[in-house]
């Protein structure tokens, strides 16, 4: 029974001819915009969480304190909320790396008459803290010390590209969504047509009292497997596009993003995909409708 | 095995209320052969339609094979039909299926395995004297080869009850006389028939208990 539904379902494939391969190719576009939304999305995604990993705050204090009071401080810090790690850094050796980070040019901090560099507190927010609502908190928290004078940290341009990675996904999303909708409709339509077509097979087969889902499974099934050709083709154009293209912008994601390659899809999107093409052609399948004469 | 009860059928056409049939109550009973005879338009089809439920009554009762017509929804339509033969005038064969295909299709559809398809379709074929046409496509039979395969497809299942609307309407006399030949043979192998044609001389020559329709209406019941 499942050779003959799965053969009538190829039988039926061959009979929606051009509109089949139109539905398919629909079907692949609208994974494949998906798909590539996905993997943009996801090495943004990796980008946040490579610079949220080296995302420091600093807290620059009114005064130096004493080394007993600078270590108890530490202690206080490290016991807040979404802080990962605190190291105090005196006055001295921030000037010192003052000097690291000018280089050649740090003769120019040799000329000052007293090191105007404050100390501070370097802190590395534990996960928690590195989010945009925890980062939010972290600063506030850290602002409320008496010690403070100000509290600065890179939280901004992070929680930009954090948000530039979410709208990405929703376009892809949208965009996607879209071109599975004319997808859905496509299939629909060779579906119907196809119904069409075998007409004359229906009414025997309701003649002989086949049961209604040996009816309608082959024209669900041709749909599921216009739906996974569809996926396939377009995990197959996202492989190929990603094998050559990845390696030619990878200095230019080193340079922008801080990321040394372009990851592909994880094997859960791969698979999702792949779902999502059965899901849209048994559905374009499904909602086809013809005349019930008998 | 048939019980039709004071059975009326209207059909509506807009606001155009068209009786098709009136007042038609008989029973047939298993291992029966009757006749419907009656002009093109005297209801016969319709008749035929509400036994096997491809038409529901307007009005009235009618039962088939312990099944009650007017109240069956689709799960009770297919095991309706399960126990049913039915042929019509065009032999309605699929096309891009040859003889044996068409017939095994049958088979197919219902989930029989495979070994007991082959012999069941060739045991069709051979009831209809049609084994040796078993590849050939439906467009390489003549009329009355397609119309006894178009049997060969009812009876593959051996069906309790054959029901025949005109299948020897488009024939020449002695094609139509071979497949009474056949109905009366699969009758003798106790399938009860019921067999509708528009010719008077076939229905006369069957000499079986024949209904006359007339405009939608049981004239004459004899035999």
């Given amino acids: 029974m499942v050779g003959f539904l799965i053969g009538e379902a190829i039988r039926d494939l061959k009979r929606a001819g051009r509109v089949a391969v139109s539905a398919i190719v629909l079907i692949t576009l609208s994974l494949g915009a998906v798909g590539a939304f996905l993997l943009l999305s996801g090495n943004l995604g990796n980008a946040v969480a490579t610079w949220r990993h080296h995302l420091r705050v600093i807290v620059y204090l009114k005064v130096e304190p004493s080394t007993a009071a600078a270590t108890a401080l530490v202690r206080r810090v490290q016991e807040l909320p979404g802080v990962g790690a605190a190291r105090y850094v005196s006055r001295v050796e921030a000037l010192e790396s003052l000097k690291k980070v000018l280089g050649k040019d740090a003769t120019a901090a040799e000329g000052l008459s007293a090191n105007p560099l404050p100390a501070s507190i370097e802190i590395t927010p534990s996960p928690d803290g590195a989010t945009p609502e925890g980062a939010r908190r972290l600063l506030e928290r850290l602002s409320a010390l008496p010690e403070a004078d100000d509290v600065a940290g890179g939280v901004e341009w992070v929680d930009k590209l954090a948000r530039l990675q979410r709208l990405v996904t929703v376009v892809g999303l949208a965009f996607g969504g879209v071109l599975a909708v004319a997808a859905i409709l496509t299939v629909t339509t060779a579906t119907t047509l196809v119904l069409h077509a075998r007409r004359h097979e229906t009414e025997i087969m309701r003649l002989v009292g086949a049961p209604e889902f040996t009816v309608r499974l082959p024209l669900l099934l041709q749909g599921l497997i216009q739906g996974l050709l569809g996926a396939a083709l377009a995990l197959v154009a996202l492989g190929v596009s990603h094998h050559f293209i990845a390696p030619k912008l990878a200095p230019l994601m080193t340079v922008a993003l801080g990321l040394n390659e372009l990851d592909f899809l994880p094997p859960i999107q791969i698979v999702a995909i792949a779902l999502a093409g059965a899901g849209l052609g048994a559905l374009g399948g499904l909602l086809a409708r013809g005349r019930r004469d008998i | ?223």
Avoid at chain 2, 14 to 22: E, F, N, Q, R, S
Avoid at chain 2, 43 to 48: A, C, D, Q, V
């Fill in chain 2, 1 to 223: 095995m048939i019980e039709l009860h004071r059975v009326c059928k209207v059909f509506s056409v807009g606001p155009i209320k068209v009786p098709a049939l009136t007042d038609i109550s008989f029973r047939v009973a298993k291992g029966e052969f009757v006749v419907i005879h009656g002009k093109s338009g005297a209801g016969k089809t319709t008749l035929l339609k509400l036994l096997y439920r491809g038409e529901v009554p307007s009005e009235g009762e009618v039962e088939v094979l312990g099944h009650d017509i007017g109240s069956l929804g689709l799960r009770g339509i297919a095991a309706l039909r399960r126990h049913l033969g039915i042929v019509f005038q065009d032999a309605k064969l699929l096309p891009g299926r040859n003889v044996y295909e068409n017939i095994a299709f049958v088979l197919r559809v219902l989930g029989a395995p495979r070994g007991e398809i082959t012999e069941r379709t060739f045991d069709a074929l051979r009831a209809v004297g049609l084994h040796s046409r078993a590849r050939a496509y439906p467009a390489q039979l003549s009329q009355g080869e397609a119309q006894r395969a178009s049997l060969a497809r009812a009876i593959v299942r051996k069906p309790s009850l054959l029901i025949a609307d005109e299948p020897t309407g488009n024939l020449d006399d002695e094609m139509a006389g071979e497949i009474v030949q056949v109905l009366r043979d699969i009758h003798a192998g106790g399938t009860t028939v019921v067999f509708a044609t528009h010719q008077t001389r076939l229905a006369a020559s069957l000499r079986q208990r024949m209904l006359v329709i007339e405009g939608g209406r049981v004239v004459k019941d004899e035999g």
